[in-house]
């Protein structure tokens, strides 16, 4: 352009900034759930996150001292816990959790409800405290009546039924079947499923840094562009700025309640209405939630020394007690590289200093990003396949069928892996972890 006339490099000057503010102007315009604007927003999220974990510390940001934004986890935040009758028996034990690491639900109705798809005729569950039935709620107030014979207000009025007539077996075979289409019609604000957990100090840390007069939308980000959501059982944090601009659109509220009766997933329902409103998922904030519990919590090596606010699945007995009396005395923020230390029964860096481990599956289950290989005559074999694959942190050698998986990410992984043979990198995870400053982990 250089070399053109200086009338044609005005014009074309010109006719470039015409174009720009025409397209600006356009794009603007476009509603908030347009899929050029989804493709436009999902998209420059990845591009900007991908540059800051290439070249800065991501979250260098949470070292500000003081915090910006102190607050209370008991008085400032809001809790809701959401089950269902067939997960009901998972409460209890949900609260007495928190009782023994920070307390953060503080006192029923004050700071924390629960919310199910029941109304409760007795004390079915020992600690069970009162259930919020935001199905009946909706079924009165939120629709009209061509609504009310839809299929699965038909499936909440027979599990009521049975729940009602004392039919225990009945209502809680009901309850498992068709329980998770009744979590989509719960149209609220979920924070946590009843087999969550979340750990207060690193809640706080994060919280601390966030301006809660901003529209926040942050959670475990799943989902193709059309639809970027937060994984509700990885805990959802929504700002007190976003849930005033949703209430102020009561007709965008009532949409979604409709919509819930044939939606799935009520996670994405939460996205898809926020959408509307222009509030997309911050994706900065993504790998702080985790959506599995602690032996299956896929450790990146960009995420090694990151805080980590949520645990899920925590389905089996004792799972979350015991989640509860290991944070007891937890005063810090828990990072992602400490989940060895906390939860196995060895630490990352004796983990690493064994070529191979028995009985064990440090990759965990097959994702997208995992490589396998079949034919392969030995774990020392599938260790060399890691070694020279990049970015492999672990890998699993299963003797019985000779195959070799690797993966971008480590898991503590179960212990009644009978067949499998598996260890880390450790030329790759020991800078990593070097990272954390920490002496241990």
């Known amino acids: 352009m250089v070399f053109l006339p200086r009338p044609a490099r005005r014009r074309f000057i010109l006719v470039f900034a015409s174009l720009f503010i025409s397209l600006s102007a356009a794009y603007l315009l476009l509603p908030p759930g347009s899929p050029i604007k989804l493709s436009v927003t999902f998209n420059t999220f990845r591009l900007l996150n991908s540059l800051r974990v290439s070249t800065t510390n991501r979250d ?104 009602d007539s004392a039919d225990e077996d009945k209502a809680s075979e009901l309850g498992q079947r068709f329980g998770w289409e009744l979590d989509a019609l719960k149209k609220w604000y979920v924070i946590l499923d009843d087999d969550t957990f979340l750990i207060g100090p690193s809640l706080y840390l994060l919280l601390s840094h966030l301006d809660p007069a901003r529209s926040w939308y942050i959670g475990n980000a799943v989902g193709d562009y059309k639809t970027r959501f937060a994984h509700g059982g990885s805990g959802i944090l929504l700002s007190g700025d976003a849930v005033r601009r949703l209430f102020d659109r009561p007709d965008i509220v009532a949409q979604s309640y409709i919509n819930s009766l044939d939606e799935t997933w009520g996670d994405r329902l939460v996205g898809l209405t926020l959408i509307k409103l222009g509030i997309y998922l911050d994706e900065r904030y993504s790998h702080h939630f985790n959506g599995e519990p602690p032996e299956m919590a896929r450790v990146l090596g960009d995420r090694l020394c990151s805080p980590l606010v949520s645990l899920h699945g925590l389905r089996k007995p004792g799972a979350m007690e015991k989640i509860g009396h290991v944070l007891s005395e937890r005063k810090q923020p828990v990072v992602w590289g400490e989940l060895w230390q906390l939860f196995a029964n060895t630490s990352l860096q004796n983990a690493g200093s064994e070529l191979v481990r028995q009985m064990r599956d440090y990759v ?24 020279n694959r990049k970015s492999c942190l672990a890998w699993t050698y299963d003797r019985e069928t000779r195959a070799c998986r690797a993966s971008p990410w480590i898991v503590i992984g179960d212990e009644k892996a009978e067949t499998r043979e598996s260890g880390l990198d450790w030329q790759a995870v020991e800078p990593l972890l070097q990272q954390c400053g920490r002496e241990s982990m």
């Open 60 to 163: 260098a940001w949470l070292d500000q001292r003081p915090a910006p934004y102190p607050l209370s986890l008991r008085e400032d935040v809001g809790y809701i816990v959401k089950t269902g009758y067939g997960t009901r028996h998972r409460v209890p034990a949900l609260i007495n959790a928190f009782s023994h690491s920070g307390d953060l639900l503080g006192e029923e109705n004050s700071n924390f409800i629960v919310i199910g798809d029941w109304t409760a005729t007795n004390e079915t569950v020992d600690g069970l405290p009162s259930v919020h039935n935001v199905v009946s709620l909706m079924m009165e107030t939120r629709v009209g009546p061509s609504l009310q014979d839809h299929p699965r207000f038909g499936k909440y009025r027979s599990l009521q039924e049975a729940i």
């Open 364 to 387: 965990g289950p097959t994702g997208d990003e995992t490589t396998e290989w079949d034919e392969i005559v030995s774990a020392d074999a599938c260790r060399l396949k890691c070694r």
